[in-house]
C-alpha cells in the first residue's frame, strides 16, 4: 500500500509541456514566480518537438514573433540545431528544427529559469472551489498527488483543466463539432535532394499549388529552389493519383504535404491521416492510432516508388504522439474571431501577435481549407478563463474559434502566447493580485521589456523581401478539393 503524498503549494503551476507550456512556465519563472510544470510525455516540446516552426512573419515579411521564441531560435541556430529563418509566400516564414535538439534545449532553459518539473505526472482532475480554480490532482507512479497553485496554465492542448474544472469549452466547428484531421507525422531519410528538387521544378508535377496560379510568383520560387534546404510541398497530386489508380496507396490525402528539412536528406511527411477523430474520446483516438500506424508503411513505399529523389528512402522516425491539429478550446474573457485576424486587429490589451493564414485541414473531405490574414494581435482577455479566478490558457486551447485557432496555433504563435500568458502570471502573483485585475500597461510594459512584438513596432512592410520572395493576394480563391461533399472512399475513412 503507498502511503499519502503531501500536497504541494507552488504560485504558478503548468499543466502540459509543448510549445505553449515551455514558454508560459520559463515566462512566469523569470517573473519571479515559484513556478511548476507537469507533463505526461517523458520530454519537454510536446508536437513542437515534432515539426518544423511556421510562422514567425506576417504576409508582409515583418517579424511578429520575436521575445521569448526568438530567443529559442536563436539558441538552437547556434547550437547548428536549427535552419535560419527561411521566408515562404503561403507560411510567412518557417524554421526547420533538430527536434531532439529542442527537447535538450527545453529541459535546460527551464532549468535555468528556476522552474520545477515533473514528468511522467498526469492531470487528472481540476480542484475548484466556489469560482477558484486552485489547482490540479495529478497521478504518477508515486502516486496521487494535489498540487495547489495562485494560477492555473491549461496548456494541454486538449483544455483538460478546462474540462475537469466545469470551466465552458467548445470543441470543433459550431455546426457539427468536428474538429480538424489529425495526422501523425513522421520522417524520411534518405532522400536524394537534387532529384526531389528537380521533380520540384517540373510545373506539371505542381508541387505548390497555392503558387502555381500565380506565374511571377512561382517563377521566383523556382528561382530560389536551388539555393533554399527548407521548403513546403503542398501538391504533386498527380503522383498520388497516379499511386491511388494503381492500388499502392489509401490514405485520406490527395496532395503531397510535408517539409523538405534543413538536413539534405531529410523530408517531414505530413500525410497521414483520419477523418472525424473525437480527440476526448480515447476509442477513438485509440483507433486513429491504429490507422495511422498502418498509412505509414505505405506512405514509404509510396516515396520510394513515385516520387523522384525517394528510391532510397527510409523511415527516419515516427512522431511520439499523435498530431491532434484541434481539441477543446477554452472560452476566455474575450473569443478571438476570424474577423479581427483577417482585419489585422490590434486590441488595446493586446500581448502576443501571429500572421500566420487561418489553415484548416478539413474535419470531412480532404485538403485544406485557408484564407489569409494581416498581421494581428492577441489580447489578454483570451488567455483568461471566464467565469473563473486563478485560471488562464495558452496554445491550442486559447479562446478563439474554429476558424481563429486554425492560425494561432503554430508553435511560434503559441509560444508567444505562452510568453504572454506566463509573465501575466508571474506579474499577478508578485503582485497578490488576480491575473484579470493586473493593469494592462505594465504587463505590456514587461513585455517589450523582454523583446516581445505586442504591435507597436513592426514598421513598413519589408519590400525587399516582398520583391524578393513574392507575396500571394490576401484574397486568394477558395481551395480545390471535396469540401464536405465527401466521396464514397472517403466516407470509408471517416470513424
Ligand atoms: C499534424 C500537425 C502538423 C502541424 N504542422 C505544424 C508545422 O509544421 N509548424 C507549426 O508551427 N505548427 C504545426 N502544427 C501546429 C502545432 O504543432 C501545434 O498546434 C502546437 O505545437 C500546439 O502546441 P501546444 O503547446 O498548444 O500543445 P501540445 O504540443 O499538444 O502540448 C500539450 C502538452 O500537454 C501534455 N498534456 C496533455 N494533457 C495532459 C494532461 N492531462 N496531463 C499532463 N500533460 C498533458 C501533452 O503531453 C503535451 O506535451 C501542426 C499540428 C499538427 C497536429
Known amino acids: 500500500m503507498t502511503s499519502k503524498l503531501k500536497d504541494i503549494h507552488t504560485e504558478v503551476l503548468v499543466v502540459g509541456a509543448g510549445a505553449a507550456g515551455i514558454t508560459s512556465a520559463i515566462a512566469a519563472a523569470r517573473n519571479g514566480a515559484k513556478t511548476l510544470l507537469i507533463e505526461y510525455n517523458g520530454f519537454l516540446g510536446g508536437i513542437s518537438a515534432t515539426l518544423p516552426w511556421l510562422g514567425f512573419h506576417d504576409r508582409d515579411y515583418r517579424q511578429v514573433i520575436k521575445g521569448l521564441p526568438h530567443e529559442i531560435v536563436t539558441k538552437l541556430q547556434r547550437m547548428n540545431a536549427a535552419s535560419d529563418y527561411v521566408l515562404d509566400p503561403k507560411c510567412s516564414s518557417l524554421v526547420s528544427v533538430d527536434n531532439h535538439s529542442w527537447k ?35 497521478e504518477h507512479k508515486s502516486g496521487r498527488q494535489k498540487i495547489y497553485a495562485k494560477v492555473t496554465i491549461d496548456c494541454t492542448g486538449d483544455g483538460d483543466v478546462a474540462a475537469r474544472g466545469g470551466v465552458e469549452w467548445e470543441k470543433g466547428r459550431t455546426a457539427d463539432g468536428l474538429v480538424q484531421a489529425p495526422t501523425l507525422v513522421f520522417r524520411l531519410g534518405g532522400m536524394d535532394r537534387d532529384k526531389f528538387v528537380a521533380a520540384c521544378k517540373d510545373k506539371s508535377l505542381n508541387y505548390r499549388e497555392w503558387i502555381a496560379p500565380y506565374p511571377e510568383l512561382w517563377a521566383k520560387l523556382q528561382k530560389n529552389l ?11 497530386a498527380v503522383l498520388v493519383e497516379k499511386a491511388r489508380m494503381a492500388g499502392d496507396l489509401d490514405v485520406p490525402q490527395t496532395r503531397v504535404v510535408g517539409v523538405k528539412l534543413h538536413r539534405s536528406d531529410q523530408f517531414q511527411v505530413v500525410m497521414t491521416r483520419v477523418l ?6 480515447v476509442k477513438s483516438v485509440s483507433m486513429a492510432y491504429s490507422r495511422l500506424y498502418a498509412q505509414i508503411p505505405q506512405l514509404v513505399r509510396f516515396f520510394q516508388k513515385y516520387v523522384p529523389g525517394g528510391e532510397n528512402c527510409y523511415l527516419l522516425e515516427i512522431a511520439p504522439m499523435l498530431g491532434i491539429r484541434e481539441s477543446r478550446r477554452i472560452m476566455g474573457d474575450y473569443l478571438l474571431k476570424k474577423e479581427d485576424l483577417i482585419e489585422g486587429r490590434v486590441f488595446e490589451d493586446a500581448v502576443a501577435m501571429g500572421g500566420y493564414h487561418i489553415d484548416i485541414h478539413r474535419p470531412k473531405g480532404s485538403w485544406v481549407e485557408s484564407h489569409n490574414v494581416k498581421a ?8 483568461i478563463a471566464k467565469g ?14 474554429h476558424e481563429a485557432v486554425a492560425s494561432t496555433r503554430v508553435i511560434p504563435i503559441c509560444m508567444a502566447q505562452g510568453e504572454a500568458a ?20 505594465e504587463l505590456q510594459q514587461q513585455l517589450r521589456k523582454q523583446g516581445a512584438e505586442i504591435g507597436e513596432t513592426l514598421g513598413e ?7 524578393e520572395v513574392g507575396q500571394l493576394p490576401m484574397t486568394e480563391p477558395p481551395t480545390a478539393g471535396d469540401e464536405d461533399a465527401v ?7 471517416i470513424q
Open 226 to 236: 536551388d539555393k533554399l534546404d527548407v521548403f513546403v510541398l503542398g501538391g504533386l
Open 422 to 441: 506566463g509573465t501575466a502570471a508571474g506579474l499577478a502573483v508578485k503582485k497578490g493580485m488576480e491575473v484579470r485585475d493586473m493593469p494592462v500597461a
Open 376 to 383: 494581428y494581435t492577441i489580447p489578454v482577455r483570451s488567455l
Open 104 to 138: 535538450v534545449l527545453a529541459i535546460q532553459m527551464a532549468e535555468e529559469a528556476g522552474v520545477e518539473i515533473m514528468l511522467h505526472t498526469h492531470m487528472v482532475d481540476t480542484l475548484r472551489t466556489n469560482d477558484r480554480i486552485e489547482g490540479v490532482e495529478v
Open 487 to 493: 466521396t464514397k472512399q472517403e466516407k470509408a475513412w
Open 388 to 401: 473563473v479566478e486563478g485560471m488562464m490558457m495558452a496554445g491550442k486551447c486559447l479562446s478563439a474559434t
Open 461 to 467: 512592410p519589408n519590400w525587399k523581401a516582398i520583391e
Open 276 to 281: 472525424g477523430l473525437d480527440p476526448t474520446d
